[in-house]
């Protein structure tokens, strides 16, 4: 399995050395379906997983009580849902603007956002925000129109309603290799050369927030970063002081 993940890896940097045309994380993963398929190679397949398949949406109003008891349960899920949304939309889109140089329009993506989510829960969906992961495979795939978006739902329901028994043979390999990329060419690896010039408390405040983040969730790091960032201010405040 390691080696079809490097080999998605590979396919994926050299690609676009011979042509920008076709994206080359759909190539990676075309190649090593090929090769898991036509060699039988034993490993993992999205179908081994879970079953893609499903039909179109219905509509139904959630079947729950509507009383004060149910706002109570679901109230604090809800502010932490929202903030993991808000925030992972917003950091996606800061990374797209800093890629494509453009400036884009956080307020419309927020509401957007709040309203398809609301939309959505009448349908049996789940609340959704901005992949950073797949905003970056489309965006180096050379993506640019809101048409890019749109395609990408419109396939994903083709491929869940029809197309599931082939997707189902797609190696975890090849989306593993895929996503490897994308974590690669996401991370900000001038922050390792800066760490060293940075004041111990932003640095500290930086990796105590990566660390949050993989062990809980985005929101919770962001308040813990938030809280011990204004603490080290405060104690600056406190010593430069007159008073103190």
Same mark, same amino acid.
Do not use: H
């Given at each position: 399995?390691?080696?079809?993940?490097?080999?998605?890896?590979?396919?994926?940097?050299?690609?676009?050395?011979?042509?920008? #045309?076709?994206?080359?994380?759909?190539?990676?993963?075309? $190649?090593?379906?090929?090769?898991?398929?036509?060699?039988?190679? *034993?490993?993992?397949?999205?179908?081994?997983?879970?079953?893609? @398949?499903? /039909?179109?949406?219905?509509?139904?109003?959630?079947?729950?009580?509507?009383?004060?008891?149910?706002?109570?349960?679901?109230?604090?899920? @809800?502010?932490?849902?929202?903030?993991?949304?808000?925030?992972?939309?917003?950091?996606?889109?800061?990374?797209?603007?800093?890629?494509?140089?453009?400036? /884009?329009?956080?307020?419309?993506?927020?509401?957007?956002?709040?309203?398809?989510? $609301? $939309?959505?829960?009448?349908?049996?969906?789940?609340?959704?925000?901005?992949?950073?992961?797949?905003?970056?495979? *489309?965006?180096?795939? /050379?993506?640019? +129109?809101?048409?890019?978006?749109?395609?990408?739902?419109?396939?994903?329901?083709?491929?869940?309603?029809?197309?599931?028994?082939?997707?189902?043979?797609?190696?975890? @390999?090849?989306?593993?290799?895929?996503?490897? !990329?994308?974590?690669?060419?996401?991370?900000? +690896?001038?922050?390792?050369?800066?760490? #060293?010039?940075?004041?111990?408390?932003?640095?500290? !405040?930086?990796?105590? !927030?990566?660390?949050?983040?993989? $062990?809980?969730?985005? @929101?919770?790091?962001?308040?813990?970063?938030?809280?011990?960032?204004?603490?080290?201010?405060?104690?600056?405040?406190?010593?430069?002081?007159?008073? +103190?």
């Amino acid at each position: 399995m390691l080696g079809l993940v490097a080999l998605t890896m590979a396919v994926i940097y050299i690609v676009p050395r011979f042509t920008k #045309r076709i994206p080359a994380a759909l190539v990676g993963i075309l $190649v090593v379906s090929v090769l898991v398929i036509f060699a039988s190679i *034993n490993t993992p397949t999205v179908g081994d997983l879970s079953s893609i @398949a499903g /039909g179109f949406p219905t509509f139904g109003v959630p079947d729950v009580p509507f009383n004060f008891e149910t706002l109570r349960i679901i109230v604090p899920f @809800a502010f932490v849902l929202a903030g993991i949304g808000l925030i992972e939309s917003l950091l996606t889109l800061t990374l797209i603007d800093g890629l494509t140089e453009t400036r /884009g329009q956080k307020n419309r993506e927020c509401v957007s956002q709040g309203l398809a989510n $609301v $939309v959505t829960g009448f349908f049996g969906g789940m609340g959704g925000c901005a992949m950073i992961g797949q905003s970056m495979i *489309n965006i180096k795939a /050379g993506s640019r +129109w809101r048409l890019a978006g749109i395609l990408s739902a419109l396939l994903l329901l083709l491929f869940i309603v029809f197309a599931s028994s082939l997707i189902e043979r797609i190696p975890i @390999a090849a989306l593993v290799g895929v996503m490897f !990329v994308v974590v690669i060419g996401t991370f900000s +690896w001038t922050s390792l050369r800066i760490i #060293r010039k940075m004041p111990v408390s932003d640095a500290v !405040v930086m990796v105590l !927030v990566s660390a949050v983040t993989v $062990v809980t969730n985005l @929101a919770i790091a962001v308040v813990v970063g938030v809280i011990v960032s204004a603490l080290v201010l405060l104690g600056k405040l406190l010593c430069t002081s007159p008073l +103190w």
